[in-house]
């Protein structure tokens, strides 16, 4: 029977995860699940950990879950080790958002300043993680969702030198979703190639005639004002949007060719988006304000002792599909699935413009020995070089976060197109180095 662990089992994120592995109950054998996580997320853990026991009883399943604070004692000969942490829980997410825009610049979870922090503050965890697993569950696979996502998993191969790791995120089965939305057929009936990195990907999509459907998903959705806010709110997870939902440029987005995913407007439309984020800074409200309150409401509802399914309103987060992503992957190595799906892995010659050993989100095949990229081919001049750019700006705050070396990391800043350079980088630097210095042991 598989033993699957979960690093942040506190998070409100388990009850998805919970229901995902319930609907694989036919393929996956699972015997024990243990939710882990630290003392300032006991309480969290309790309260939801309780919920998951309740959603397999209700399921009739006779998994045991364990709820612990020690984590060698849950990883030891795990199977599969599911990653959803986040160091410094959402107060260091408020000042990785509120502090780079007291700058008036962008901020924001994984992308800008903040999302290097975040970086900076989890890339040693996930490291010492991977330690522990050398020694306690050497064949087991990592699963990583913790953001950023594909540098974390970067630093896993790069640093940690442990291949069996996949990076996760929902943002390509929503842009899958919203194709086949604009195009009126199912997904099933539509071809796609991602190719880029976390919260940095393009795709193109083909439909079962053969034709290239990627110029009409534009026009109908990514080049029409509006069209990619009724585009989400069509999706489940419309409740709230995560980050501001206003619209490309149409002709620099047909010029492209290609269809860049949500978080791309951070980059190519930066001052309309800082716009919007700074009227939220301004109002208490950023997203890290707001979803902290969406986390105290979740948990009021999970402690209710007759709940026992995941909740709706859990939907308000921006992790819709996130079972989708991980337990199908989970399900896929296990079952050897040869599934088609999209995930951070090692690039491999997938992408010809980047090097072979770098972390890259693309499609690719799941087997029983990992992921299997598919080519995407080289890019246009349009993407290449800011593609270029955002890897090397990751490898370079990789390289930060493991050295804890303040020039490295004032590079890193410099390399970001969302850090302006120079004495404004150096003065947001510091800032953050002094909010997070309890989590910043490496500095
Ligand atoms: P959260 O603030 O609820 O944190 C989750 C849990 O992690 C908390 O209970 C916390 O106590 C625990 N934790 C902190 N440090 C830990 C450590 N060293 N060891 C074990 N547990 C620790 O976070 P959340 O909002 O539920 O998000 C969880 C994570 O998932 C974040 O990193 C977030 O960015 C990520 N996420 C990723 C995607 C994606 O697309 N990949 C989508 C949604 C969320
Ligand atoms: C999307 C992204 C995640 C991100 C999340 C934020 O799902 O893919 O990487 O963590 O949104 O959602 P939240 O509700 O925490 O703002
Ligand atoms: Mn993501
Ligand atoms: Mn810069």
């Known amino acids: 029977n598989i033993k699957i662990v979960t690093i942040g089992g506190g998070s409100s994120y388990t009850p998805e995860l919970i229901e995902g592995f319930i609907k694989r109950k036919d393929q996956l054998p699972i015997g024990e699940i243990w939710l882990v996580d630290i003392e300032e997320g006991k309480e969290k853990l309790d309260i939801v950990g309780n919920l998951a026991k309740r959603m397999i009883k209700k ?82 696979w990592l699963v990583n969702f913790t953001n950023p996502s594909g540098m974390v998993t970067e630093a896993v191969i790069r640093y940690g030198k442990w291949d069996k790791v996949v990076g996760l995120c929902n943002v390509p089965i929503m842009c899958r979703k919203i194709a086949a939305g604009s195009l009126q057929t199912e997904e099933e009936d539509l071809f796609f190639r991602f190719g880029g990195l976390n919260h940095f990907h393009w795709h193109r999509v083909w439909n079962k005639d053969g034709e290239e459907k990627t110029a009409e998903v534009i026009e109908k959705v990514y080049a029409t004002e509006g069209g990619l806010k009724k585009a989400m709110q069509g999706l489940k997870s419309s409740g709230v949007q995560n980050i ?80 989708d992503a991980a337990c199908e992957l989970i399900s896929s190595i296990y079952n050897d699935k040869k599934t088609y799906m999209v995930v951070s892995t090692r690039n491999n010659g997938a992408i010809t413009d980047l090097p072979d050993d770098v972390v890259v989100e693309v499609s690719s095949i799941i087997t029983a020995h990992g992921p299997v990229p598919i080519s995407w081919g080289s890019f246009d001049a349009s993407s290449r070089g800011l593609l270029q750019l955002m890897k090397d700006m990751e490898l370079t705050t990789i390289k930060a976060a493991v050295t804890g070396d303040y020039d490295t990391a004032l590079q890193a800043f410099t390399l970001n197109p969302l850090v302006p350079s120079g004495a404004i980088a150096q003065t947001i630097l510091d800032e953050l180095l002094v909010a997070h210095k309890k989590h910043l042991p490496q500095f």
């Not at 260091?92 to 503050?121: C, W, Y």
């Open 59 to 140: 399921a009739g399943l006779d998994w045991k879950v364990h709820l612990t604070l020690d984590r060698r004692e849950a990883l030891k000969d795990a199977d599969f080790v599911s990653t959803q942490f986040r160091v410094g829980l959402l107060d260091a997410r408020i000042k990785d958002e509120r502090i780079p825009l007291s700058h008036g610049v962008i901020g924001q979870e994984t992308n800008g300043a903040g999302g290097m922090f975040k970086a900076f503050r989890t890339i040693p965890v996930i490291l010492d993680i991977v330690e522990d697993m050398k020694e306690l569950c050497p064949n087991a």
């Open 244 to 323: 501001p939902n206003i619209s490309f440029l149409a002709g620099q987005i047909r010029n492209l060719g290609i269809i860049p995913c949500m978080y791309h407007r951070y980059y190519y439309i930066t001052d309309d988006m800082l716009k919007e984020e700074l009227e939220s800074y301004e109002k208490g409200e950023t997203r890290a304000e707001l979803v902290k309150k969406t986390e105290a409401e979740l948990f009021e509802l999970y402690k209710d002792p007759d709940l026992n399914v995941k909740p709706p309103q859990l939907e308000k987060r921006g992790g819709a599909f996130y079972s």
